[in-house]
């Protein structure tokens, strides 16, 4: 099975900072990476599709990049919202996997 | 509205058997594969196994393998979930949701039913 790493665990950053968050695929999976945001107690939201594909409805202050094995998530200036945990999934071929999920804390 | 809606948590005990089901609205149920992914207490999410259109192709976890079976009724547009032989690490927010092809991506989650397996 493709094993997914994905990092920081979590970060503390302030309101109109740049954050980024990585996941690295143990073989290429092509672009079939996808981000999601899930709130505690919420179910998760798809934000990014094919590595770099906005899902209809997502602010355009996330975006997603990468290929192959390395792929980033960014929220270009983080708002008060955007407080929460982010998982990359891999859905390159089944069983599909997530990443550990990055926690995005208040500084 | 497009919607997924989770039903048939509980408490159940270690060695129980659960069925979640899964209700679609919405969509057309019978054109997608479909998902269940679930969550432990304070932990990360976790695929558990998907299903084809036509439930001729499933696939699953290997932590469930012989013990959970993933099915559908496109006629009355719901997916399940039979749990057999439950342990406690299989306590869970499970959610149900929809994938999209061929980006395979899953855009619709419901909003998750819990269960709980303990003594």
């Known amino acids: 099975d493709i094993q997914m790493t994905q990092s920081p665990s979590s970060l503390s950053a302030s309101v109109g900072d740049r954050v980024t968050i990585t996941c690295r695929a143990s073989?290429?999976?092509?672009?079939?990476l996808n981000w999601y945001q899930q709130k505690p107690g919420k179910a998760p939201k798809l934000l990014i599709y094919?590595?770099?594909t906005l899902q209809s409805g997502v602010p355009s202050r996330f975006s997603g990049s990468g290929s192959g094995t390395d792929f980033t998530l960014t929220i270009s200036s983080l708002q008060p919202e955007d407080f929460a945990t982010y998982y990359c999934?891999?859905?390159?071929?089944?069983?599909?996997?997530f990443g550990q999920g990055t926690k995005v804390e208040i500084k | 509205e497009v919607q997924l809606v989770e039903s048939g948590g509980g408490l159940v005990q270690p060695g129980g058997s659960l069925r979640l089901s899964c209700a679609a609205s919405?969509?057309?149920?019978?054109?997608?594969?479909m998902n269940w992914v679930r969550q432990a207490p304070g932990k990360g999410l976790e695929w558990v196994a998907n299903?084809?259109?036509?439930?001729?192709?499933?696939y699953y976890v290997d932590s469930v393998k012989g013990r959970f079976t993933v099915s559908r009724d496109n006629a009355k547009n719901s997916l399940y979930l039979q749990m057999n032989g439950l342990r406690a690490e299989d306590t869970a927010v499970y959610y149900c949701?929809?994938?999209?092809?061929?980006?395979?991506?899953?855009?619709?989650w419901g909003k998750g039913t819990t269960v709980t397996v303990s003594s």
């Open positions: 949701a929809r994938e999209v092809l061929p980006q395979d991506y899953m855009d619709v």
């Open positions: 919405g969509f057309t149920f019978s054109t997608f594969w």
């Open positions: 094919s590595a770099s």
């Open positions: 999934q891999l859905s390159y071929s089944n069983p599909q996997t």
């Open positions: 073989q290429t999976i092509s672009s079939y």
């Open positions: 299903i084809k259109q036509d439930g001729s192709e499933k």
